[in-house]
């Protein structure tokens, strides 16, 4: 069965730096698109970053500049580079896939990961 795997999430302080990773497994990751999105207490879930299948990225406004996403098809894995972290930040990140194309789109995700914890101290 299709299995995602967050990990790299912790605590930094503001203006600090994480990479979180996504590994995949059970599906072909290469012909798929992948996304990472953020749950904060009391909210919804919302979008943060998609890669295509060929490597373009696409943001959430708020972490433009900030964040970037990348892929690596030979270890079937997507990553999150986030930099200049802001208490705002802190929330639950998973990472999905969808085949094809990527989604600004929760629901239009066929697969998610159970998700990493992301805590920014101020």
């Known amino acids: 069965q299709v299995q995602l795997v967050e990990s790299g999430g912790g605590l930094v302080q503001a203006g600090g730096s994480l990479r979180l990773s996504c590994a995949a497994s059970?599906?072909?990751?290469?012909?798929?698109?992948m996304g990472w999105f953020r749950q904060a207490p009391g909210k919804e879930r919302d979008f943060v970053s998609g890669?295509?299948?060929?490597?373009?990225?696409l943001y959430a406004d708020s972490v433009k500049g900030r964040f970037t996403i990348s892929r690596d098809n030979a270890k079937n894995t997507v990553y999150l580079q986030m930099n200049s972290l802001k208490p705002e930040d802190t929330a639950v990140y998973y990472c999905?896939?969808?085949?094809?194309?990527?989604?600004?789109?929760?629901?239009?995700?066929?697969?998610w990961g159970q998700g990493t914890q992301v805590t920014v101290s101020s």
């Open positions: 999905a896939a969808r085949a094809l194309y990527y989604s600004r789109s929760a629901s239009s995700y066929n697969y």
């Open positions: 059970g599906l072909t990751f290469s012909n798929y698109a």
């Open positions: 890669i295509n299948r060929g490597g373009d990225g």
